[in-house]
């Protein structure tokens, strides 16, 4: 069963390419490669053994699309691919809704002269805005607080919409916490370019000397050591759900609504001391201001998740830390090594 996988290259498609094969499906690969490279390639057939199909453009081209869908029998689509620094957003909206939300409408456009009706959506905690109440259910009410982030709640209203109107689509919104960790190989993981925005890139580069030191945004919210509490998902346990999502949601029409998280609130500092212990490494520190946008607590209920998809995220902070680790050490310079 062919999938196309957009934005595939990139950090979670590209492990999700991996789980895809490991449960029997051909990933297609859409990416325009604006956040990755083409050797992710080569590594994704290295590990599995099998190298994905790669079409290098703009999911913004829809003659293109038409193409892969004629010439390859596609039975669903994971979206993955769009622009997803939040600071770059409030700089770039426009690029931003142009890209993420016009990209998002070719590529439904094509599905549907395509008749291939099996949509999963890369979603974002970043929908819940500022909760009221943690652990975060899936029917907590919706905000967001960046261009970003409005792109994916507003992408998330259009496919409710567009589900009403055409009950014979199978979409599904999966909303992901905090993906950190890499492929247990240590041949895949995440490839940030320039200073990372996120926080395990961050500490990752603090330890192999690419960066003096991690600033702390914040040591005085309302948390149990005053620093922001976050629900750090492995990406192979994310790139699981994806296999679960399809599997289970692909043959139910109708529109499918969960939280890829573990349920467990890590602060910035206890990772801070996860990841020391992992890799036997001080990470040098200070704290600075709060981050403009940052919420003091964001962790999810994924019992919706376990309930009706049978899956659980299974690996502990301590495989993400020490996943991250191998792959920053045996990879210093990311997929450019
Ligand atoms: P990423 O940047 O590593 O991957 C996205 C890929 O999409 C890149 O390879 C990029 O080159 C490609 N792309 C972007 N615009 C494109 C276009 N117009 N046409 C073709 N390819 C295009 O990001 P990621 O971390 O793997 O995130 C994947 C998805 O998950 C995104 O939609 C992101 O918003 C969402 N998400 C990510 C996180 C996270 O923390 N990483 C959290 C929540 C949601
Ligand atoms: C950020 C995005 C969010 C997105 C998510 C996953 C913002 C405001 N939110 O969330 O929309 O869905 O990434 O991609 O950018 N931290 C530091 N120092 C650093 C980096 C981070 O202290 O150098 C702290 C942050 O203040 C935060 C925690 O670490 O408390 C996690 O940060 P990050 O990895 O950026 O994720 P989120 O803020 O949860």
């Not at 943690?134 to 998330?156: A, C, N, Q």
């Not at 919104?173 to 320039?194: K, V």
């Not at 599997?247 to 206890?270: A, D, F, M, P």
């Not at 919420?295 to 899956?311: H, I, M, N, T, Y």
Request: net charge negative; hydrophobic share 35%.
């Amino acid at each position: 069963m062919k999938i196309l996988v957009t934005g595939g290259t990139g950090y979670i498609g590209s492990h999700t390419c991996l789980a895809l094969i490991s449960a029997g499906f051909e990933p297609v690969i859409i990416d325009n490669l604006c956040n990755s490279k083409l050797s992710v390639l080569d590594r994704i057939e290295e590990v599995s053994g099998m190298r994905p199909l790669f079409y290098q453009g703009d999911i913004r081209d829809a003659e293109l699309l038409d193409s892969i869908f004629s010439e390859q029998n596609i039975q669903g689509v994971i979206h993955f691919a769009a622009l997803k620094a939040v600071g770059e957003s409030t700089q770039k909206p426009y690029e931003y809704f142009e890209n993420n939300i016009s990209g998002t409408l070719t590529l439904l456009g094509a599905m549907r002269r395509a008749g291939c009706y099996r949509f999963i959506f890369s979603s974002s905690a970043t929908v819940y805005g500022d909760p009221h109440a943690v652990p975060i259910k899936e029917d907590f009410p919706r905000s967001t607080m960046s261009p970003y982030g409005r792109t994916k709640l507003m992408i998330e209203q259009m496919l409710e919409d567009i589900e009403v109107a055409e009950p014979n689509w199978s979409i599904t919104l999966l909303r992901y916490f905090n993906p950190i960790g890499a492929h247990e190989s240590g041949r895949m993981g995440e490839d940030p370019q320039g200073i990372p925005n996120n926080l395990m890139p961050y500490i990752t580069q603090v330890a192999i000397g690419r960066r003096d030191c991690l600033n702390i945004f914040g040591n005085d919210y309302p948390t149990p050591d005053g620093t922001c509490v976050r629900d750090y998902i492995h990406v192979m346990d994310l790139a699981e759900g994806h296999v679960k999502a399809l599997e289970v949601c692909g043959h139910k029409s109708g529109l499918h609504i969960y939280n890829l998280g573990t349920g467990n609130g890590v602060s910035v500092l206890q990772m801070v001391h996860a990841f020391a212990k992992a890799s036997g490494l001080e990470i040098n520190y200070k704290i600075v201001d709060r981050r403009p946008g940052d919420v003091s607590e964001c962790w999810a209920d994924p019992s919706k998740a376990q309930k009706e998809l049978g899956w659980k995220a299974t690996r502990t902070l301590a495989d993400m830390t020490a996943d991250s680790w191998r792959w920053q050490k045996n990879n210093p310079n990311g997929y450019e090594a």
